[in-house]
Nanobody, 123 residues
Framework: QVVLVESGGGSVQAGGSLRLSCAVS????????LGWFRQAPGKEREGVAV???????KIADSVKGRFTISKDSNKNTVDLQMNNLKPEDTAMYYCGADAGWGCALDDTDFDYWGQGTQVTVSS
């Protein structure tokens, strides 16, 4: 069982920045694909950014150039730096871990999820 705990959400004005962090319970997380997903009210959950065991990343087009994903294998954390936030970024943000092969912006591939942290961006 892998436990993920997100932190760092909050409310900001458009143009502001937030950094989300996810603590992963297992030391073997270095072999996992880790990712951030989000779900706005009335919408499907969508992939934001993922980072594979080798450090390679995929970023959704909607946030490319504004969001960056990184991980610290020593601390077993994965972070999402969000800059130039827009009102459309408002959502519940979830951290996920995929123990299988591949690393894609597809939430059906992910095996473990955190409880989520709310991000609200006002105009």
């Amino acid at each position: 069982q892998v436990v993920l705990v997100e932190s760092g959400g909050g409310s900001v004005q458009a143009g502001g920045s937030l950094r989300l962090s996810c603590a992963v319970s297992t030391s073997t997380s270095s072999s996992y694909c880790l990712g951030w997903f989000r779900q706005a009210p009335g919408k499907e959950r969508e992939g934001v950014a993922v980072i594979d065991f080798d450090g390679s990343t995929k970023i959704a087009d909607s946030v490319k150039g504004r969001f960056t994903i990184s991980k610290d294998s020593n601390k077993n954390t994965v972070d999402l730096q969000m800059n130039n936030l827009k009102p459309e970024d408002t959502a519940m943000y979830y951290c996920g871990a995929d123990a299988g092969w591949g690393c894609a912006l597809d939430d059906t591939d992910f095996d473990y999820w955190g409880q989520g942290t709310q991000v609200t961006v006002s105009s």
